[in-house]
């Protein structure tokens, strides 16, 4: 017997900050609908996410052949994580040529469904090429964007206009012809991929070929609340005219996350307990980065000198085996461990802490992080104001918007090769930390955005809302017009003339 119900067909690309909101979303959407979930990956990635899923999900996980031999890159290399950062844009290339493999394994599902089609397609913010293979096949399809409104609208538009590369020689920064609202952009915002490209690399020809794909699509979701970040909403509906459905913040629940080690969870909690109410600083940079060795020097320098608290998630420095033993005797000052752990200032953390668990913590006062959009609706969902660091991506233009706009955040460095002086971080870890005026803004911001968050997600609350326009309106295309025909595969198709 066929499952009667709708079927959601869900594919991320390849990367850790991918698959998990693409996780978080299905989760989600099991929990709150009847839908059928088909998600979609490259077959070592389904293989861990079997693992990791609850036992009693209904959530179909679906193989996509994929050989990354076939592809240039090393045997087994499915997921961006594992390759090196000058390959990432061939797992991408790879990842566009699963279009004809995409498309039959579609048609599979419909004709296991007796000739349905799914309610619609949910794509990745790189598979712009997903839109026209959905159009063929008559499904209604979005993209999902795990990043937020005003970073993804400054990367698209970045990619697309690279107003970057005309500049003249003693400027420093730069405007987006097609999102004013954006205000200046410097050049020490821009990742490498970004500041590198001069619209024949590879990173410039990928995405300008499939960003524009999105134009096809039906809309996109995003993983915000619209409260908060409506000026890059704007800009997508603005120039894709498309509508966007901000749905967020859709968060993996805890007991769906991978849990490294259940001691180091005790530690962290244990230690967060024995310190008074908002004192202890966060620090950590997610799990795909790492800083300088240089700039490991003056951090460690300045949170020691901040006589602040700090719960810091160390990994070893650029240069090394992010997955090598962190030797604190060579990579942090002379005696720095010894004394923080004495003097209980301190707690190191190797590779993985249970960020969750750490940023719900009435102990917690402040993260210093990457702000990877994921981390910062974690941390703004518990009224947690931040340092930011931005290291890669759409990260630099989401501290613009939480310092310059939302008030959230104070921004500490740029990237991963800038100097810093451990002075000028203790001076922003205290402007955060301490009952200043600018503290007490951030932290009053970060709660009235708490309290913002709390509100989009309750009942008629506007991420909700979203959601339920969404699947209206893909039940609307489907029930209509190229929607309700049962489809037929190309192959079986009998042309009359
Ligand atoms: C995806 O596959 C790689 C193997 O290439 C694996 O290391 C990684 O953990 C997988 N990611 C997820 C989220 O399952
Ligand atoms: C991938 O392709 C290579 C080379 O063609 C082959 O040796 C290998 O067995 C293939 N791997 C899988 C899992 O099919
Ligand atoms: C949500 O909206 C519906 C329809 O307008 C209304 O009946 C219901 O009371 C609302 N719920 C809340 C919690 O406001």
Avoid at 22 to 44: G, M, S
Avoid at 423 to 443: H, L, N, P, R, Y
């Amino acid at each position: 017997m066929p499952d009667k119900r709708e079927n959601v067909v869900v594919f991320p690309f390849m990367a850790q900050g991918h698959i998990i909101p693409f996780l978080a979303l299905a989760l989600h959407i099991e929990r709150t609908t009847n839908y059928k979930i088909t998600f979609i990956n490259t077959p070592l990635n389904i293989s861990k996410l079997r693992s990791s899923l609850p036992p009693a999900t209904s959530i179909h996980l679906l193989e996509i052949p994929f050989n990354s031999s076939d592809y240039g890159l090393p045997p087994n290399t499915e997921n961006c994580d594992a390759v090196p950062y000058s390959l990432v844009v061939r797992l991408l290339e790879a990842s566009a040529s699963l279009r004809p493999v995409f498309k039959r394994l579609v048609e599979g599902i419909i004709e296991e469904q007796g000739g349905e089609r799914p309610l619609c397609i949910i794509g990745d913010i790189f598979f712009g090429w997903m839109a026209s293979v959905a159009e063929e096949l008559g499904v209604f399809h979005a993209v999902f964007s795990g990043a937020g409104g005003f970073g993804l609208a400054c990367y698209y538009s970045i990619w697309l206009n690279l107003p970057h590369i005309e500049i003249k020689d003693d400027d420093d920064h730069f405007s987006l012809p097609d999102f004013h609202e954006a205000s200046e952009i410097e050049l020490s915002q821009l990742p490498l991929t970004m500041s590198e490209a001069n619209g024949r690399d590879s990173w410039s020809v990928f995405h300008r070929k499939y960003l524009p794909e999105w134009t096809k699509s039906s809309g996109i979701l995003f993983n915000t609340v619209e409260g908060f970040d409506r000026t890059g909403l704007s800009y997508f509906e603005r120039n894709l005219n498309k509508p966007v459905w901000p749905v967020g913040p859709i968060l993996l629940p805890i007991e769906n996350r991978a849990r490294t080690s259940k001691e180091g969870e005790l530690i962290c909690k244990d230690w967060l307990d024995s310190k008074p109410e908002t004192s202890v600083l966060f620090v950590s940079f997610g799990s795909m980065n790492t800083i300088s060795s240089s700039q490991m020097m003056e951090l460690a320098k300045a949170l020691e000198s901040s006589n602040k608290n700090f719960i810091w998630v160390v990994r070893p420095p650029i240069g090394f085996d992010i997955n090598s033993d962190f030797k604190a005797d060579e990579w942090l000052p002379k005696g720095f461990k010894k004394r923080i752990t004495e003097s209980k200032q301190g707690l190191l953390v190797h590779k993985w802490a249970p960020q969750l668990d750490i940023l719900s913590h009435k102990s917690t006062s402040a993260f210093l992080s990457h702000c990877g959009w994921n981390s910062v609706l974690e941390s703004l969902s518990h009224g947690v104001p931040l340092l930011g660091w931005p290291m890669a991506a759409e990260q630099f233009f989401n501290v613009k918007l939480l310092a310059e706009t939302i008030g959230v955040c104070v921004e500490v460095a740029r990237g991963k090769s800038c100097d810093i002086k451990h002075e000028d971080v203790a001076a922003k870890i205290e402007t955060v930390m301490s009952d200043c005026e600018k503290g007490k803004e951030v932290k009053k911001k970060a709660c009235e955005v708490r309290e913002m968050i709390r509100n989009a997600m309750t009942e008629n609350g506007s991420s909700v809302k979203a959601m339920d326009e969404f699947f209206e309106a893909a039940k609307k295309t489907m029930r209509s017009g190229t929607g309700s025909k049962r489809h037929v595969p190309e192959s079986n198709v009998t042309v009359v003339n």
